[in-house]
């Protein structure tokens, strides 16, 4: 077996590549960059995370649906999660999660469900519920949240989705709209926020997947962009400058083969409201889990 150090060694050395955990799917062992999930998971326990106690206040209504998008051209499932004491026709703020590669709208947490991430509680002793907050999920595919030939997810967010979830009452200007993201989708939430800032008025990014060159990206994931100029075009370190308004979280785990890519993403943000956590752990669920309590209350926080 490679020791830690070693494997950690080649992968940020050659391509940047990860796996990437339970939901979001095993990308990248996928490609055949990483010889698998549980060498990372074994290697000197440093992917050992405590997860945290979830506690969930009673579930608020979730709505299920389906549109036509133009920006993608094929039909895109959605789900609306309200969260406790409010329904349909509620005012709201509004929280996008962005899904993992491999992941669609019914898994774009880790270990739990739109449902009950609109509806956690942040603290158990006493009690502490969110402020409230409605969370959409939406089938945004496999191309990283950017334009690729007759699929731009990008648009389809910004363009479809959000705009319905106003008509509904969510995320209008008194309440704001958010964006969070794991992995692929946390690479999402900042390239989108980055090239819309006066619509995303804070994002919540969980090990984000950010490389720092286009021929690392497509070493790793040939379909992530479609040629150099559009890594560039998207290039969330580059254009990092344009969060200057938006509340931003970030979070790494320090065994992350992303890491060194997030260390020039965090060097490159404005100084503002911005938290940067840096934890041990790797690219897989235990982290992603042990994160998501913390972004949803930055992003309830900035929101309301």
């Avoid at 996928?30 to 945290?52: F, M, Q, T, W």
């Avoid at 008025?201 to 479609?226: C, E, K, L, M």
């Avoid at 938006?246 to 965090?266: C, E, K, M």
Wanted: glycine share 12%; aromatic share 8%; hydrophobic share 45%.
């Amino acid at each position: 077996m490679f020791s830690r150090r070693h494997l950690l060694k080649w992968v940020l050395g050659g391509v940047g590549a990860v796996t990437v955990g339970g939901a979001a799917g095993v990308e990248l062992v996928n490609h055949g960059v990483l010889p698998g999930k549980l060498y990372l998971e074994e290697i000197d326990g440093a992917c050992s995370v405590a997860r945290p106690a979830l506690v969930y206040g009673t579930l608020g209504p979730s709505l299920n649906g389906t549109f036509y998008s133009s920006a993608r051209r094929r039909r895109v499932d959605y789900t609306i999660a309200y969260p406790p004491g409010h329904r349909p026709g509620d005012e709201l703020a509004l929280v996008a999660m962005l899904h993992g590669y491999g992941g669609n709208y019914t898994d774009a947490f880790a270990n739990m469900t739109s449902a009950q991430a609109a509806a956690l509680q942040v603290s158990v002793t006493p009690a502490s519920s969110l402020a409230p907050i409605a969370v959409v999920t939406v089938d945004g595919g496999g191309g990283y949240w950017n334009w690729h030939p007759g699929d731009d997810p990008t648009s389809m967010v910004v363009d479809e989705l959000i705009p319905m979830c106003q008509a509904r009452g969510l995320g209008r200007s008194a309440h704001g709209v958010g964006l969070m993201g794991i992995s692929m989708g946390g690479y999402g939430t900042l390239a989108i926020a980055e090239r819309y800032p006066d619509l995303i008025r804070a994002v919540a990014a969980i090990s984000p997947a950010v490389w720092t060159s286009y021929d690392q990206a497509r070493g790793a994931n040939a379909g992530a962009f479609t040629s150099a100029a559009a890594f560039a075009a998207n290039d969330v370190i580059t254009h990092a400058s344009a969060l200057s308004k938006t509340a931003v979280r970030v979070t790494s785990g320090a065994d992350d083969p992303f890491h060194p890519g997030v260390v020039q993403l965090i060097k490159a943000l404005p100084t503002g409201n911005m938290s940067v956590v840096i934890d041990p752990g790797c690219h897989t669920d235990p982290f992603f889990v042990s994160q998501e309590p913390a972004s949803l209350a930055f992003l309830a926080t900035n929101l309301s």
